[in-house]
């Protein structure tokens, strides 16, 4: 058989400078990526790999790749760069890739959640009255159990911001309770802001640069006008890592958009160190715990900012259980649970499936009875995608700021505080036009 030879596209400039930037022309095709992706195999995507699409990047194939779904299967776990002997940033380039697909034909409801981010100030575009009040109330019931507890919104001068999840304020209403109890429970100075709330980073997802800034200008913005001290920054691994890549970019523009913000992992950390909450282990007794590492939390964030966040929720976790095992293979080698990238929300549910074969397998064979998280994306995937396609295991998930929650200690405040919480959420509200007269307040 007589070989074919293959004519390499022009490729448009802009692209070629885009790739030029990570290196690209140090692949040696060596299919290190491919062994290490989840993609790899995927029912429906057979001949694909991560090594295959860096080859017709390199003949100018761009199109082929854009209009295919490879690039949003891919979940931005970075097991591929991890492994790349030349280190070459493959999912950059993949977001790079859904970048240029046209935004009306980005799978799913991705773009439209993230153009409500952008108009509405949260990705499902509920509107401000149904989220003060929802607040009010949920923190109204809270506060039977947790006396003078109210949820502070736009209060000026707070140390710590912290952004909800939509699908918590949508839905999964009491969910909001576990960070809220740790913030009882360490008298925190918090607040909520009243509009662009939203944790999640649906730019981050669809490749949409313009977006993530402006998600994280929204931000610093906030911040500065409020006189906050620090951000927590939001669980979910797209949010965090892409406010973090927003505030670089932000910052690198002008000096003056610096702001400061903190990890869960670093702020439950502290507050149990510094003696702010009391844990009691007992509550846990009978369960093997183990921690499933977030890839942005993980590889990516160690990669592109020198610091991964593996052993602080160990220490947290192993401060509320005694038994806890590793999954095999952990930290920087762990398995993707097939959530990232915007594989939860978008319309490829079995080939997300797919991906989260290795994280069903080790959970399996850690017998663990709770898998413990640090990442909304991954909390769904684990707690309720694994087990529709693998049925033979069961076991609990639980958020790490869950987990410390339900093995608090919780002290009622003084009386004087109660009284003077209670005339604060009483004045806040007002100031809202949210009536509270049915309520403790």
């Not at 607040?135 to 001068?157: H, I, N, R, S, T």
Request: charged share 25%; hydrophobic share 35%; with cysteine.
């Amino acid at each position: 058989m007589s070989a074919v030879a293959v004519t390499p596209k022009v490729m448009d400039p802009e692209i070629r400078d885009f790739l030029n930037k990570y290196d690209f022309s140090s692949c040696m095709t060596c299919g290190t990526c491919s062994n290490g992706c989840p993609i790899t195999g995927t029912p429906g995507m057979e001949g694909w790999d991560t090594r295959r699409v860096m080859r017709m990047l390199a003949y100018g194939m761009v199109d082929e790749i854009v209009q295919s779904n490879f690039p949003w299967l891919c979940t931005g776990c970075g097991r591929c760069a991890y492994s790349c002997p030349m280190g070459i940033d493959i999912p950059a380039v993949m977001m790079h890739m859904k970048s240029l697909r046209e935004r009306d034909k980005v799978p799913g409801t991705l773009h439209k959640g993230m153009q409500n981010n952008l108009d509405t100030g949260n990705n499902l575009a509920i509107a401000l009255d149904d989220y003060l009040t929802g607040m009010a109330e949920l923190g109204e019931e809270l506060a039977e159990e947790c006396p003078g507890f109210y949820v502070p919104v736009d209060k000026q001068g707070a140390d710590f911001l912290f952004f909800p999840n939509s699908k918590e304020v949508y839905g999964d209403f009491e969910d909001q309770f576990w960070w809220w109890k740790v913030f009882y429970a360490a008298r925190e100075n918090w607040t909520v802001p009243s509009v662009g709330w939203e944790a999640v980073d649906w730019a981050l997802f669809t490749g949409n640069y313009a977006g993530n800034k402006a998600l994280a200008k929204r931000k610093i913005e906030y911040m500065q006008k409020h006189g906050i001290g620090r951000m927590i920054m939001p669980d979910c691994g797209g949010g965090s890592y892409g406010c973090r890549k927003g505030l670089e970019t932000c910052v690198m523009e002008d000096p003056n958009n610096e702001v400061g913000y903190m990890y869960l992992y670093d702020y439950l950390a502290q507050v149990i160190r510094d003696g702010r909450v009391r844990l009691d282990k007992s509550v846990n007794a009978g369960k093997r715990f183990a921690f499933h590492d977030s890839c942005k939390h993980g590889r990516e964030l160690e990669r592109h900012f020198g610091k991964a966040f593996y052993e602080e929720p160990r220490w947290i976790i192993r401060q509320c259980v005694d038994d806890y095992v590793d999954l095999q293979p952990n930290r920087g080698l762990n398995y993707c649970c097939g959530a990232g990238g915007g594989m939860w929300p978008m319309p490829f549910e079995k080939e997300s499936a797919w991906h989260a074969r290795h994280k069903y397998a080790q959970i399996k064979r850690s017998g663990a009875d709770v898998i413990v998280v640090g990442c909304s994306n991954c909390r769904d995937q684990i707690m309720k995608r694994i087990p529709k396609f693998y049925t033979d295991y069961k076991y609990e998930v639980k958020y790490i700021w869950q987990l410390v929650a339900e093995t608090l200690v919780v002290e009622p405040w003084p009386d004087d505080m109660i009284e003077k919480a209670k005339a604060e959420a009483e004045a806040q509200w007002k100031r809202f036009g949210v009536d509270t007269s049915g309520g403790e307040y």
